[in-house]
């Protein structure tokens, strides 16, 4: 089983960047398929992007589409989420996110982070 802790949230301008570290242990990433999601207040938990187990496709949300990337590096076990543009609605708590072979860049998911806040003012 993965274990997932998400790092490098906090307070940004908007127009500004930020970027979201995952760090998983316990079994290596090339094993799974990987995402971010992010839930606002009140708000439902919605994808914003993902990358398969070969890192050979990606999926973003359109909301999110040619502002974030999403990366990973096997060596250090880690997945990455650099996003830029940064906009007030993007306020939200970012979750981590792993999903089995055969998950899809959207889905589906099985083992999930804590969350960082992320604030965007404007």
């Known amino acids: 089983q993965v274990q997932l802790v998400e790092l490098g949230g906090g307070l940004v301008q908007a127009g500004g960047s930020l970027r979201l570290s995952c760090a998983a242990s316990g079994r290596s990433i090339s094993r799974y398929s990987m995402g971010w999601f992010r839930q606002a207040p009140v708000k439902e938990r919605e994808f914003v992007a993902g990358?398969?187990?070969?890192?050979?496709?990606?999926g973003y949300s359109y909301s999110v589409k040619g502002r974030f990337t999403i990366s990973r590096e096997i060596a250090k076990n880690t997945v990455y989420l650099q996003m830029n543009s940064l906009r007030p609605e993007d306020t939200a708590v970012y979750y981590c996110?792993?999903?089995?072979?055969?998950?899809?860049?959207?889905?589906?998911?099985?083992?999930w982070g804590q969350g960082t806040q992320v604030t965007v003012s404007s």
């Open positions: 996110a792993a999903g089995d072979l055969r998950s899809s860049p959207r889905g589906p998911y099985d083992y």
């Open positions: 990358i398969t187990w070969s890192g050979g496709n990606t």
